[in-house]
């Protein structure tokens, strides 16, 4: 089946108008005054960086991607590149900008947007069906378990035939990195099971193995090349109970995989602030 790949006018220039100044944060997360050159700006009630649009298409759907690379000359072989997968009816259009009372830590996400962009890593954000008002198909039947019929694989491929072409600016298509939340973190660990080899690191937000939901049984076998995983999760977490993450975890750290976690003891379903941290770390450690 054949793959359109188009891309849309907005594509050609900064929705925010050019390069924006942040100021350092603080370990309580606070905003000094001391401006360092960035993507994105950060104040104590907004967070907000600079992103273009294209739209891939798989199954005859188009799907907005929204994206933005790094400031400066990229590396040789391009931007290390970081998927993000948005959670359920949130769009991942939505990522990029966010006031600090806005629901599921969108703000914490945008400033870990931020901390990504500042280190290096370009940032490429696909919606889900719907205009991202929807879920990922990655754990729904029947495309849970015949997932090359799925949409969102045929969206996939369209996505790593749209990063090696260029369209979204000077990219490394070999050095892709993947993170999501809710839904979203179930479509990152689908990256493990469907896409081998692809990813060099994930980072698994309130979410679990990629056909499971918020109970979790796990297959018999995992792959066994399956990346190293950060794993983020709230404690308080109703919607996505911690519970159904640790036996993937634990399934994949006695194989050898390397996983950690960043486990926040009062957080409900949301971004969590030690993201904005713990990313980019992880990250860096597989380049």
């Excluded at 749209?162 to 979203?184: F, N, P, V």
């Excluded at 479509?187 to 679990?208: C, E, I, K």
Aim: net charge negative.
């Amino acid at each position: 089946m054949k793959l359109a790949i188009m891309l849309t006018a907005a594509a050609c220039g900064h929705s925010g108008g050019g390069v924006l100044v942040d100021g350092a944060s603080g370990e309580d997360g606070s905003v000094d005054a001391a401006p360092v050159a960035s993507r994105c700006t950060v104040t104590d009630d907004r967070a907000e960086c600079s992103s273009h649009a294209t739209t891939v298409t798989g199954l005859a759907v188009p799907r907005t991607v929204t994206f933005e690379v790094p400031l400066g000359t990229p590396p040789a072989a391009g931007w290390p590149t970081v998927v993000f997968f948005q959670g359920t009816s949130v769009p991942g259009s939505q990522a990029f900008a966010a006031d600090s009372t806005a629901t599921f830590g969108q703000y914490q996400l945008t400033r870990t947007i931020k901390a990504l962009l500042d280190d290096g890593y370009a940032v490429v954000a696909p919606d889900a069906l719907g205009d991202g008002t929807t879920a990922w198909e990655t754990n729904i039947p029947p495309w849970s378990v015949t997932w090359t019929t799925s949409s969102d694989h045929l969206m996939m491929l369209a996505l790593f035939e749209t990063i090696a072409s260029g369209q979204l600016g000077t990219l490394d298509a070999d050095r892709l990195y993947a993170m999501g939340i809710s839904s979203g973190g179930f479509m990152t660990s689908r990256m493990a099971v469907s896409y081998p080899g692809r990813f060099r690191a994930l980072a698994v937000h309130s979410g679990s193995y990629a056909t499971c939901s918020s109970t979790c049984t796990l297959p018999a076998t995992l792959p066994t090349d399956h990346p190293p995983t950060l794993f983020l999760h709230g404690e308080a977490d109703t919607v996505m109970p911690i519970g159904a993450m640790l036996p993937y975890r634990d399934q994949l750290a006695t194989m050898g995989i390397a996983v950690s976690s960043d486990i926040d003891p009062v957080a409900g379903h949301e971004w969590i602030a030690g993201g904005i941290a713990s990313v980019p770390a992880w990250f860096a450690q597989y380049p």
